[in-house]
Each structure stands twice: as structure tokens, then as C-alpha cells.
């Protein structure tokens, strides 16, 4: 029996999708509950699996299929399978094996150095390293623009489609805007914290029960502990992780209800989907915008917070705050801070467009690594109004550029602008959500978003799907800016 | 630069021992940590890494370069391995594909419909499905065994130069002294067995506790929970299972350091054979033999249970014996029953020479399918003295014959005969052996253990391991029989 072109490229995909599950989870057992003297060993299991995920996305006989296939009438579904292997294909078939394997060599080892430097806020130490990743990484994006822009083609391994000036063009005009409001809300006094103490087995059962409600499929999925939050995994085995601070539950609960809106993209997707190129998020942004919009418009909303309110005194007691309003208001606050994991929605995409634009120069070239921490600082100050004080408060805070992440920061922006165009789209839709939401019930939500964005995985591109969720209307920072600006000026009576 | 052949099959084969150390994990995280609802997908994610496994095992590379190195001049260890490589190679390319996948489909049927048959004590559902898997596994052996036997053929695979004819011997010798002691120790009364209550955590610290008195390295591995105890991986990430039982403490702490026995020997392997064919234990005889006497042997000495009963008392209280004499009767009490797994020293070895006759005549076709549950209850009768009440306490008790384990059972007992005789010659060794075991000190022994056997891994073949650690002196079941005949005298007083 002779099968097509078409059906021998599927199920040889079916069987890399598989694997590529494989690979996840063993990143997903790493960070949770491998043992810590195993950490050599894994390393060469990871390699191993990617020896064999590279050796299946160059075979020439994807090639030889795509190129029987391509062309001919195809379902829309198999047409946009089509489009990803022939994305995966081509780029692993442009960059030279010995480019690849030096950079993975280079950045496990920059991403030690990147550990010990911060932890002695010496960027010095670092730059060496770091020099080597930015140029293997401007060698890479060489083989892959082809004579296009270098760092558009870095960022569409995480954006399909996305380019620096679109990106730089969306930084322009929600700078101003954001600078401006900041500098307002730090005029006003800050709101009350939270008090009390939250025990590390009531936060998880807290957060299992935050996950539930925003729809988390527990038969399908799990909530680990782990130093870093993180979702891994497609389909039916899609689990997520957090973390416990005894003194800030809100750390837990937000990263909890962040990484559900992660996991249930996955989660719900059409099964038909499963093991398939469409099975999993489309993209980097509009993932971001699933987990934006779950922990920041739905979660962080004043008829939200209410439901947590009561949920929390009920299960705490006594929490520091007395009334839904002044925890609405906490769980809001915006304060002088340095690090971008922990910013507020005001002040979040101005760490973002500060990272953008900075390694966009390291890639042109224009900017050189040695005069990074004193780029990073002149600009955190302009921006944010108030000087670093040591490199692991600046520019040593992520990880992403020690492990070569370059293009990879304006998703995270990204994303917010999705989110708000989707929210303002879900609040037209369903006029009663506030409701809703104030009874803890997010299903409206959560449904509306996986009938319109999350179950069709990877059919649509990004900015296309988006725009169809959104009733035709293209994308723009400019739902996320008037609802910024509204949100927080109600909060500070601006 | 060109490598020599050696180099490249060393370096091909450490890219296939990586894999399936991966593919070993994911067995691990289905059975204590996977969402229930992932199980169709986690059954691509295993086909998909087994034909990874199969496709390298069968490549043709392989035996090009096996070729040009076997009858060279080799370090013992390289031409270990290469005998290792050739054995996995040759017995990969004997069995037709189309052969391995109907395997690989009838008896993952026939797993659902062996435990729905066991549930409602119904041989006859589960007769025909068995029949299609004796059938298959029977083409396998003729695959295998090129005109040889074909029980040979298949407990090859576990044991390998294993015959049918030399266990056949071994169990001649064991079975009339094993019915005779059991027919006067069943005529004596019973022991006084335990009372108290023993929670799950309590249990689990406990048994920590035991892992460790064992030498179990836990920065190199972990001890989880799972329906049914088992271990799994090799190397620097070795993890164990057990499982507590409110009212049987003694199924936790035993089933432990059993499975301690298993993982201490995967960890103590030579770091110099990490993710080479060396590297993991070298066959099911030999493992069983570490696992049975780290469990029987030693923890179930006097000198060792002592130490027990006095950790018992400070951590649960009251545990319904009061002195260690009568702990050590309980640990080792005999008793009639009809679970293999539940089974005693002085028992156990009869549970499986009666599925080692009758498996052999499945396979040489002597014995019919439909007729199996008579026969095992004709010898269950003859063997132990009572019969059996029904099938789910006889022949469908064991998952084994399902899932296409026929040549497995006798590793059992072959663990327990080379435990009998590595007991001996480490009790020739060690005088002071019992001083240490009282003290809850196990190190004398499992040191002795490590250097002797855990140590060398795949090097040697199995009867030479056993052989080269008892001074010269060939494996034979006579230690293992005079050493069940004291104990069991003294205990009872016969």
C-alpha cells in the first residue's frame, strides 16, 4: 500500500510532535523533581533528544514531501500544518550544524556565568560570555534573514511574523503615554499591603483552587512547586508550576492564575489537533496574551478581587485589609521597583521596551556588550524616574540573553496589547461579566476566549487570529493604553 | 577527522543508552505522577520513542561497525560492550517489524482485559486474548531461537544464557525440600503478627529511614508512591517506589528495601560506564539477587530486625509485639496464602516454579490456553496443600503473561538462589557481620555488595558475576536452601 505525499508527511510529523512532548517534559521533571546529582547526566539525555528532534526537522524527505504537497488543494487545517513544518524545516536546514552546536555549548555555559555574576552584581564578569552569545547570535540571524533584517529574523522564532519596526513603531506610542501616567501615580501615596501570614500548603490549596476556577484541567494537567513559574506541555498533559512566599501570597496566586492561562491554551485546543504542528499555542505573543489576560483584565479586575476577597478572609482570617476596596487596591499597587517579573500592569511594558530597544542595538551591532550596564541604567532612570543601584537590580536580572534569547522580550509586550484588544472585544461581547466575576465564575470568560482564540492552536498565524477574535479589528496598544489609563487612574483619582 | 569505528559505535550507542534512559522516565512519571487523563497520549509518546530506539538498535551502521571491531584486539570493558551492542542488534533485526508492532498492540489489549477478567475472576474472558499473545510470543521465539529452544529463546532476553534445562535442574533440586519444610511450618502455630496503627506519613519517613540505613543515595535519586513498587533508571537518576497500607506497615518498609536493592545496584555502577551498555544492571537474575538480599538476607536477619523493632517502638509506640524475638517471628512469619507477591522466603520460590512449568508448556504448546486455569490449580493443590478458591487468587493474579512476559518468572528465583549464594560468601567475609546489622549499620554488607557485584555492571555475564563474587565457587541453589531450612527451623522450632 502506497500512502501520499500528504499522509506520510503527517504521520512522520505525528511521531516528532510526540517526541517533541518527550522533550518538554523531561525540562518540566528538571525544574521539579529531578535529583540534583543528575544534572550531568540530563544534560546529555536533552542533548540526545535534540539530536534526534534536528536529525527529523532537516530529513530531506521533508522536503521531498512538502514540496510534493505544496500547492496542491489542501483542507485549510492541512494548509497551515504545511506552513509550520515548512517553517521548522527551513530553518533548521539554514543553520550550520557546527553554528547550532557551538551555541548550545556557549550558552549552558553563559548561563552559569550569568548566575554567578548576578549573584555578585559584577557585570564585568559577565560581558565576556555575553559577547560571545550576542555574536554566534548575529551569525545566526545572518543564516536566517538571508539578507532581511537580523533581528526580525531572531524574533520570529517566537513571533512568526512580527518585525522590529511594527515593534518599534508599538513601543513609540505607548512610551509617552506610560512614562507620563507613572510619573503620576507615584505623586499619590501608596495603598496598604496586605498583612498576616499565609502558610505555604494554604497558598497552593489557595492557588489549586484559583486554577479551578479559571477552568484548569486538573485530569489533564498539574501544579508543581518550582523556583520559577513555568507551563509545559500540549494537549492532555499540560502542567504548570509556581511558588510560595510566605509573606506575599499574592506572588503565588498571580503566578498561579498567569501560568492557567497558559496551560489552558494548551488544554483547549481541538483535540483534533493533538500530536499535530496546530497543537499547541501559535506563538509567543498571543500565549502571553492568554496569560495576561487571565491574571491581569479577568484576575486583577475590581469584581474579581472581590470573589478573592471573601475567599481569602474565609480561608486566612485576618489578611490587613478590611474591605474588597483596599484590596483591590493592593492587589493593584504600583511601586518603585527594578525588576520586571514583579511589575505592576502600569509599569510592566516599560521594562519591556527598554530590554527591546537595547537588544536591538547589541544585534545591529550599534550598541557594543561592554557598555550595556551604562545603556541599561541611563535609560532605566529616564523611563522609570529613579536610579539602579547594582547590575542584578539592572541589567543582570533575566536570564534570556545569557541562553541566546534574543527577540524573545517584545512578546511579552506583545501579548499585553493583545490582551487589551481581546478584553475590550470580550467586554463588548459580554455586556454581564462583571457579574459574573464578582461570583468567582469565570466561565463566560474563559469560554469566550477559548471558542474565539485558544481552540484553534495553530491554524491561524498570530496577528490573524487576534484580529478575528477581535471582529475584524487589527490589533493596536491602543485598547491596552485606555484601559491601563482608566484602571489606574480610578485607582489613584487621577 | 575521521574516527575510528570503535569510536563512532561508542559514541552512537552512548546517544541510544541517553534515549532510553528518557524513555525508562517516562515509565516512571506514568505511574506516580501523570494526569490520569494524558494516557492515550502518553501511548504515542512511548511508540514514538520505542521506534526511535528500534530504528538505532536495527540501524545498519551498527553492524558495519561492529564488524570492523569484533576479533580486534579490546579493553575487557570495550569488548563488553561491544558483546552488549551485538546481542541488542542482532535480536532487534531478528524479529520482523510487522511481528514486533502486532506485539506491541495485542498485549496492550490484553493488559485492559487481564485486569477486567481479574476483577470479575473470569479466566474464560481473558483465555482467547492470552492464547493470541502465547501465539505471537511463540512466532517471536522461533524468530529468535534460529532452530534452537524457544523457552531458551525468550528468557534470554532477561537472563541471558539462560536455558530451560538448567532451571529445570534448579528448581528439581528446590522443590522437595521447599514442600517438605512447608508442610512442618504450616502445622505449627502461627506467629503473633502486628497490631497498632502505622499512618501513611509515618510510614514514608520510616521508610526513608530504611532507604538510607541501605546506602540509598537520594541526591541521586527519589522515593515516590505507586500502585505497585518498582525502580527505574540507571546511573545518576535512580528512582524507587513503594506504597503504604494503614494496617501492614511491613508491606511499606520491606517493598522499600527491595526496591533499594535494585536502585543501590544501578547507582553503584562504575561512573566510568554512565550511558554505555555497561552501565545498567546486567540481567533480571542478577538485579533480583541485590534486591532479594538487601531485602531478606539482611533485613530480615535477626541482627537487622532488632534494629527495627527499636525504631519502630520510638517512632509508632505500641506495635502489638513487645520484644525483638517475637518481631523477628512476625517479620518472617509463614503463613497460608496464594499471592506471590505477598509471599514468604520459604514460599516464595514454589509460587514460581509452578508458572515456570506451566509457562514452558504454553510455549512448547504442551499446555493449551483454555486449559491453564486447571492446571495451575491441579499444581497450586499439590505444591502448597490447599486450593484454590478463585482465578484472581490463582492463574490471573500476575500481570506478566498479558503483557507478554513468558521467560521472566524464573529471574526470580535465580535472584533468590544468587542471593543465597553472595550471603554465604559475605558472611565468610564478614564475620562481625550481625554486630554492624544491629546497629542498624548495613554498610559492611552493601560495601561488600557494591565492590563485588554493583560495581561492575554489564561487564561480566551474569553467572560469572555471581561466580567471580563468591570466590570461584559456581551459583547453585544448595546455600540458598540450607540457609531457609535454618532459619525457618530455628524460628519454628522443627
Redo the contacts between chains.
Keep these: 500500500m502506497t500512502n501520499t505525499p500528504l499522509a506520510d508527511l503527517l504521520a512522520y510529523q505525528?511521531?516528532t510532535e510526540?517526541?517533541a512532548?518527550?522533550a518538554g517534559?523531561?525540562g518540566w521533571?528538571q525544574e521539579t523533581?529531578?535529583?540534583?546529582?543528575?544534572a550531568?547526566?540530563?544534560g546529555?539525555?536533552m542533548?540526545?533528544?535534540e539530536?534526534?528532534l534536528h536529525a527529523r526537522r532537516t530529513d530531506a524527505r521533508l522536503g521531498e514531501w512538502l514540496a510534493a504537497c505544496e500547492g496542491s488543494e489542501l483542507s485549510q487545517a492541512d494548509a497551515a500544518k504545511l506552513r509550520h513544518i515548512r517553517r521548522s524545516h527551513d530553518r533548521a536546514r539554514k543553520v550550520p550544524a557546527a553554528l547550532a552546536a557551538e551555541l548550545a555549548r556557549v550558552t549552558s555555559v553563559a548561563q552559569g556565568q550569568w548566575a554567578e555574576a548576578r549573584a555578585k552584581d559584577d557585570f564585568a564578569a559577565f560581558a565576556p560570555v555575553l559577547s560571545r552569545v550576542v555574536e554566534l547570535r548575529q551569525q545566526e540571524a545572518e543564516a536566517l534573514a538571508e539578507g532581511g533584517d537580523l533581528y526580525d529574523a531572531l524574533a520570529n522564532d517566537y513571533e512568526p511574523g512580527a518585525t522590529a519596526a511594527e515593534l518599534a513603531a508599538m513601543f513609540d506610542e505607548m512610551r509617552p503615554r506610560l512614562v507620563e501616567l507613572r510619573g503620576k501615580v507615584l505623586e499619590k501615596p501608596a495603598p496598604k499591603g496586605l498583612g498576616g501570614t499565609f502558610p505555604d500548603e494554604g497558598q497552593m490549596a489557595f492557588a489549586t483552587k484559583l486554577a479551578l476556577a479559571f477552568g484548569y484541567?486538573?485530569?489533564?494537567?498539574?501544579i508543581d512547586k518550582a523556583v520559577h513559574p513555568f507551563s509545559s506541555g500540549s494537549?492532555?498533559?499540560v502542567?504548570i508550576t509556581t511558588r510560595t512566599n510566605p509573606e506575599d501570597p499574592f506572588n503565588c496566586f498571580y503566578s498561579t492564575i498567569h501560568e492557567v492561562g497558559h496551560g489552558s491554551y494548551e488544554q483547549n485546543i481541538d483535540q483534533g489537533y493533538?500530536?499535530t504542528p496546530l497543537g499547541q499555542g501559535v506563538s509567543m505573543g498571543v500565549h502571553e496574551s492568554q496569560s495576561r489576560i487571565y491574571e491581569n483584565q479577568l484576575g486583577r479586575s475590581r469584581a474579581f478581587t472581590g470573589w478573592i476577597y471573601d475567599q481569602m478572609r474565609a480561608q486566612f482570617g485576618d489578611i490587613g485589609v478590611d474591605n474588597a476596596d483596599d484590596f483591590y487596591a493592593a492587589v493593584n499597587r504600583v511601586q518603585k521597583d527594578f525588576i520586571r517579573t514583579e511589575a505592576d500592569e502600569l509599569q510592566y511594558n516599560l521594562h519591556i521596551m527598554l530590554r527591546f530597544d537595547l537588544e536591538r542595538a547589541l544585534i545591529s551591532g550599534d550598541l557594543k556588550v561592554p557598555d550595556l550596564e551604562t545603556a541599561w541604567n541611563e535609560r532605566f532612570e529616564a523611563d522609570f524616574g529613579y536610579a539602579v543601584p547594582r547590575a542584578s537590580l539592572g541589567c543582570l536580572q533575566d536570564v534570556h540573553w545569557s541562553v541566546g534569547l534574543f527577540g524573545y522580550f517584545p512578546t511579552y509586550s506583545l501579548g499585553n496589547v493583545y490582551a487589551g484588544c481581546l478584553a475590550k472585544a470580550l467586554r463588548a461581547d459580554l455586556p454581564d461579566l462583571d457579574e459574573a466575576l464578582a461570583q468567582g465564575d469565570t466561565t463566560p470568560a474563559t469560554g469566550w476566549l477559548r471558542d474565539k482564540v485558544q481552540r484553534h492552536g495553530g491554524l491561524y498565524e498570530p496577528k490573524e487570529v487576534i484580529t478575528l477574535a477581535c471582529g475584524g479589528e487589527a490589533p493596536s496598544a491602543g485598547p491596552l493604553l485606555d484601559y491601563i489609563e482608566t484602571k489606574f487612574g480610578d485607582l489613584y483619582d487621577l
Excluded at 523533581?33 to 543528575?38: H, I
Design positions: 505525528k511521531e510526540a517526541l512532548q518527550v517534559r523531561l521533571d523533581v529531578m535529583p540534583r546529582g543528575s550531568e547526566q540530563r546529555e539525555e542533548a540526545a533528544m539530536s534526534v484541567d486538573l485530569s489533564r494537567g498539574r494537549g492532555n498533559d502542567r493533538l500530536l
